[in-house]
């Protein structure tokens, strides 16, 4: 399957100058041989997304070396489904035929995905056609039928200091039989804004894509820009790039662990976790100049710090390192806790490598890629880190590979604060053109950027949240689940609505 | 986790010293937030008698003022000491706390939760976005800032407004609030 995959890209037509991986403009033929492939498992299915004239495929061939892009010049307004094949691929497609007008041909699902009716015109980024509003709640959810099945419906406003998205579910008593997510709600044109502007401007989009992996999309817009017009960043800023990335992982973990033990009525470890998380911040606003870290990775380098903050940042893991490990050992001699977590919105192993899950999502049922290790780059692709790895696949599983990977950040950080290389942290950036893609590992799992820059200026660019793959997986995690177990399930994922509706 | 609860029984609360009328306030940022929060409890209990009630709706943000948001409830700042809380409805809320530019697809939801909330309410507009100087204005999808869509009482600027802020901004909408209780209008049912 993976050779067939790899035979039909070879027959493409190479796009010069897009780096590090190769692009190539395939026909009908390629791409369908393509989608295909994915859905016989040939590969992994990294992003899709459109623009005026093409609709691009990025994917990841099963033992390949690197991943790589297909464009489909789209001729007739549509293009040959993908999703049809390939089941992750069809929200996918629901959004560029939103946004672009490109119609998804063979997709055995038309339903628009980010065009709730609202914005007064049909394809805003294709012929923007104008539209009348359509009455926002009106949209065909997959029936689900059977004596005693009612629905309950929550959100897009949910109850708690959360982002906002509509579930269905349909319960047989306390145990749900569908979830249906309808999300798009924050729809903000972010590829809209990424079209025809300056770097600077797109860096501040691109930063406030999904505001909790700040650092890992500006890190890869960062990477694409500089694959692009081919610019090497500064020693300095590589390492300092690394520990914003590290920091960030850790508050985003310690926040989410302890709202998950917060959703089992758990809330001493949350009152722990919030702490540590707090002191987390507080160093990161004191060593870069901004809690969350925001704008401080720019195409160049990074905005440096005094040099003091690596001291600052130390002293900030020992004070949390000993009190986590306590928690740690808490969590594990709970069962009290264990027994609202394990065995709770399991996830198969079949499910997370059909999506190409990322993340705590799939690395706790057996997927073991991050991005770190396996598409490699700067600082990771000489440091020395494990990767945790689980197979349960439940809540549990999603709470053991966040504590292990706070204690493997930990770890990179100490060694790279011991080691900061000294020197500038940012080059300047030159004119030119060219095509960027990168990878980075977020929090939350890959999150991958795509730039075109055309004399210096954004001419496109485009962002995949590592959600996309882990919001569908949610649905099947609730099933045959308890109602009152929906929190637990939802964040242990802990999918961004911001990232992923763009 | 005996051993735990009975060190933290005796451990120093890592929340900021509560306010004492006769004692000069802990230097640092942490003295700025006892005072607020003194201040702070005054005015709500004249107005609320000993509580206002928060409603937070994200209206399109990237989630990073739910963030800072978020803090206001951890062991840090823990702003419910002042009697200020969190509700899971816009029917228990004294304060709308919206996020975010307003997307076009969050207008109607946002329309209908402020309907859903009782007078007297206050809206805060949090963040840049919110505020109208954030970087999603210029958009098809966005309609810019929350006073386009309902009155806002006070807008916390910040990109996004750190824990501090939110408390100095809340402070300032007491002030407001109490200056002229009665000034808003009773909503059209």
Aim: glycine residues 10%; neutral net charge.
């Amino acid at each position: 399957m993976s050779e067939r995959l790899a035979k039909r890209i070879a027959e493409g037509t190479p796009v010069a100058s897009h780096r590090p991986w190769p692009r190539y403009e395939v026909d009908q033929a390629g791409w369908t041989g393509a989608a295909q492939a994915l859905g016989e498992g040939g590969g992994d299915l990294l992003g899709l997304w459109g623009e005026t004239d093409f609709v691009h495929l990025a994917l990841r061939v099963t033992g390949a070396a690197a991943p790589c892009v297909l464009s489909y010049r789209v001729k007739t307004s549509d293009f040959p489904s993908v999703g049809r094949y390939h089941a992750p691929a069809l929200r996918l497609e629901r959004a560029v035929c939103d946004l672009y007008g490109h119609l998804p041909f063979g997709s055995p699902d038309r339903r628009a995905w980010l065009d709730h009716g609202a914005w007064g015109l049909r394809a805003p980024l294709g012929p923007r056609t104008p539209s009348l509003r359509r009455d926002p709640a009106a949209y065909d959810f997959l029936p689900a039928l059977g004596e005693g099945l009612h629905q309950i419906p929550v959100g897009p406003v949910h109850a708690g200091i959360i982002e906002p998205g509509h579930f269905r579910f349909s319960v047989n008593g306390e145990i749900v039989a569908r979830l249906e997510e309808r999300l798009g709600y924050v729809h903000k044109g972010i590829d809209g804004l990424l079209t025809g502007t300056d770097i600077e401007r797109a860096s501040r989009v691109v930063a406030r894509i999904s505001g909790d992996s700040t650092v890992a999309y500006s890190f890869a817009f960062a990477r694409a820009v500089e694959e692009a017009l081919q610019i090497d960043p500064p020693p300095r800023a590589k390492i300092l790039r690394g520990v914003m990335a590290e920091i960030e992982r850790i508050a985003n973990h310690l926040g989410d662990i302890g709202a998950i033990c917060n959703d089992a009525s758990f809330s001493l470890i949350h009152a722990h976790c919030g702490i540590f998380r707090e002191r987390v911040l507080a160093a990161a606003d004191r060593a870069f100049g901004h809690r969350l870290m925001m704008d401080r990775i720019v195409p160049g380098g990074v905005k440096d710090t005094g040099p003091g903050a690596g001291r600052g940042l130390q002293v900030m893991l020992d004070e949390i390192e000993k009190p986590f490990a306590e928690i740690v050992r808490l969590y594990d001699d709970t069962p009290s806790l264990q027994d609202r977590t394990c065995n709770t919105g399991i996830v198969s192993k079949a499910l997370v490598d059909t999506w190409a899950a990322g993340g705590h999502v799939g690395r706790a049922s057996g997927r073991d890629f991050d991005t770190r290790r396996d598409l490699p780059y700067a600082p990771y692709h000489d440091a020395a880190f494990a990767v945790p790895v689980f197979t349960a696949g439940d809540v549990d599983a999603r709470v053991w590979v966040r504590i292990r990977e706070i204690e493997q950040s930990m770890l990179l950080l100490r060694h790279w604060l011991a080691n900061l290389p000294p020197g500038p942290a940012r080059v300047d950036l030159r004119d030119g053109s060219g095509e960027g893609i990168a990878m980075t590992e977020a929090f939350r799992g890959d999150v991958l950027v795509w730039v075109r820059v055309e004399g210096g200026r954004i001419a496109k660019a485009h962002a995949r949240d590592a959600s996309w793959f882990q919001w569908p997986l949610l649905e099947a995690a609730i099933e045959n689940n308890i109602v009152a177990d929906f929190p637990l399930c939802n964040k242990s994922f802990n999918c961004s609505y911001s990232g992923h509706d763009l | 986790m005996r051993t735990l609860l009975l060190r933290s029984l005796f451990a120093r609360a890592v929340t900021v010293a509560a306010p004492r009328p006769d004692a000069p306030p802990p230097p640092g940022e942490d003295a700025i937030l006892t005072e607020l929060g003194k201040a702070l409890e005054v005015r709500a209990r004249r107005l609320f008698g000993r509580s206002i009630t928060i409603r937070e709706v994200d209206a399109g943000s990237c989630n990073g003022c739910e963030l800072e948001i978020h803090a206001l409830n951890n062991a840090v700042y823990d702003v419910e000491r002042f009697g200020i809380k969190f509700a899971a409805s816009p029917r228990h809320a004294d304060v709308l706390l919206v996020t975010g530019p307003v997307t076009h697809n969050m207008w109607v939801a946002l329309e209908r939760t402020y309907a859903a909330t009782p007078d007297p309410k206050w809206v805060v507009a949090v963040g840049d976005c919110a505020a109208g100087c954030g970087v999603f204005a210029d958009s098809y999808a966005t309609v810019g800032s929350v006073e386009k869509v309902v009155p806002v009482d006070l807008v916390i600027k910040g990109c996004p407004p750190k824990p501090i802020d939110l408390v100095k901004g809340l402070l300032e909408l007491m002030d407001r609030a109490t200056a002229k209780p009665a000034a808003k209008p009773v909503a059209q049912a």
